[in-house]
T-cell receptor
């Protein structure tokens, strides 16, 4: 079945530094990539949506200059958290939508801790 | 606008007893509905989905859900709970707009299922 590989699974960084999270679709082409964040014991909140080769569309309240999304190819999308602060600590999950059947496949998530 | 309400934030059952996780939806369109499961610090796994075919949808691991348009419900059931079913469950509706070549997923708040021996 379709697999999305998300790395790293856990990262701890210092306040003020940047962190890049990568999602790769391993056996299908992802026309669209969705990025979510999830606070402890809460649901997933959509941050942004990106289509390959075009600028990401951000949800209301999400700072596009802070959360940089790149979707340079049909198999790779990255989320960079710039100048991270402790309040950015969260669980980030990507989801890829397939060109073939419009199904959604989720990555395994990245636990970001900013100290 | 589409929305989804999971009626229980926590459900606790004994192993071997039935599971019922309740979900109601609101949609201006003929909805696509999903149930996902999330184990701690893991991504989401699709249990099943409804896309306007049969109203009773069978999923993986013995789960099934019934789409009831008159009740705007899509409850998830399993006849007999297993310890490994303990996890967070999300009911999800697709926004159906298909703008920009994609549909957004709208998540419920989640139901935490505990299974006791």
């Amino acid at each position: 079945g379709a697999v999305v590989s998300q790395h790293p699974s856990r990262v701890i960084c210092k306040s003020g530094t940047s962190v890049k999270i990568e999602c790769r679709s391993l056996d299908f082409q992802a026309t669209t990539m969705f990025w979510y964040r999830q606070f402890p014991k809460q649901s997933l909140m959509l941050m942004a949506t990106s289509n390959e080769g075009s600028k990401a569309t951000y949800e209301q309240g999400v700072e596009k200059d802070k959360f940089l999304i790149n979707h340079a190819s049909l198999t790779l999308s990255t989320l960079t958290v710039t100048s991270a602060h402790p309040e950015d600590s969260s669980f980030y999950i990507c989801s890829a939508q397939s060109r073939e059947n419009y199904g959604y496949t989720f990555g395994s998530g990245t636990r970001l801790t900013v100290v | 606008a589409q929305s989804v309400t999971q009626l229980d934030s926590h459900v606790s059952v004994s192993e071997g007893t039935p599971v019922l996780l309740r979900c109601n939806y609101s949609s201006s369109y003929s909805p696509s509905l999903f149930w996902y499961v999330q184990h701690p610090n893991k991504g989401l796994q699709l249990l099943l989905k409804y896309t306007s075919a049969a109203t009773l949808v069978k999923g993986i691991n013995g789960f099934e859900a019934e789409f009831k348009k008159s009740e705007t419900s899509f409850h998830l059931t399993k006849p007999s709970a297993h310890m490994s079913d303990a996890a967070e469950y999300f009911c999800v509706v697709s926004d159906g707009l298909f703008s920009g070549g994609y549909n957004k997923l709208i998540f419920g708040a989640g139901t935490r299922l505990a299974v006791h021996p």
